[in-house]
């Protein structure tokens, strides 16, 4: 792998950690402020919080098995 595919690789950890982050953020806001009238909206929420921090995981994983081959 090239130098410059392992700095795209990066990049999109980093991109996805942010965006992990970003539902993270709404998910606890939702728990601080909304609940419990606000139930309703948790499991979408949730949900999305989850898939965002597997996609950070999984482009993690990749970035380091790259690192790791170089």
């Known amino acids: 792998m090239t130098e410059e595919e392992l700095k795209e690789l990066e990049k999109e950890v980093k991109k996805r950690k ?5 539902w993270a953020s ?7 402020d ?3 009238a606000a139930y309703d ?8 919080t989850y ?3 597997k996609s950070w995981a999984e482009a993690n994983q ?9």
């Open 18 to 22: 942010r965006i992990a982050s970003e």
């Open 26 to 32: 709404q998910l606890h806001d939702l728990v601080e």
């Open 34 to 36: 909304k609940l419990p």
């Open 41 to 48: 909206e948790l499991p979408a929420i949730a949900q999305s």
């Open 51 to 53: 898939d965002a921090c």
């Open 62 to 70: 990749a970035w380091q098995a790259a690192q790791a081959g170089q």
